[in-house]
């Protein structure tokens, strides 16, 4: 049975990180974009990250730019922004696609462990939803995640436990990782 251990993904530079060095870590793996309305999650994920890390926590940030083109730039201008506007410390991977013949392999694993359940109720999710939908036709059953700013959880053993929309509230997200956390 397959873990997010056994995957491998490049870091900024460009070399391979192979995911077990995470191994018996509570992770948190996240799609961003620096030009996204949910962009802001990054304070959160940060606060989180500097107040849990010692506990046996990690973030895994993956830029992705197909969204709405909402991540431009090179890894190198990404990093300053996060850096320079949010004080991320957490690992910053290289810009990958999650979506389509070139998705990330462990995007379209995680995707499959925890499929997508819905935005949620309201206005603004339904209209999330419908932008989302126009955006992510073209990938067609490839089109494993909806929006920038997905979160998967990720067990000590490497088992994917949730998956978090954009949409959904980071003290939530916050109180699973804890609970994980013990």
Excluded at 64 to 76: K, L, R, T, Y
Excluded at 155 to 169: H, L, M, Q, Y
């Amino acid at each position: 049975m397959k873990k997010v251990y056994d995957f491998t993904a490049k870091d900024r530079a460009g070399n391979d990180v192979s995911l077990s060095e995470y191994e018996g870590k509570v992770l948190l793996i996240v799609n961003t974009a620096t030009g996204c309305g949910f962009t802001p999650h990054y304070e959160p994920l940060e606060a989180m990250y500097k107040e849990l890390r010692d506990k046996g926590f990690e973030i895994l940030d993956f830029p992705c730019n197909q969204f709405a083109n909402q991540a431009p730039g090179s890894e190198d201008e990404i990093h300053q922004f996060c850096k320079l506007k949010f004080g991320t410390e957490f690992p910053q991977f290289a810009k990958i696609d999650v979506n389509g013949d070139s998705a990330a392999p462990l995007f379209a694993y995680l995707a499959t462990e925890k499929p997508f359940a819905g935005f949620g109720k309201g206005i603004k999710n339904a209209a999330l939803n419908k932008f989302a939908n126009m955006n992510n036709k073209k990938f067609g059953d490839k089109a494993y995640i909806k929006w920038n700013f997905t979160k998967f959880l990720i067990d000590r053993s490497g088992k994917v436990i949730a998956r978090f929309e954009p949409t959904t509230d980071m003290a939530e997200v916050r109180k699973a990782v804890e609970e994980l956390l013990g």
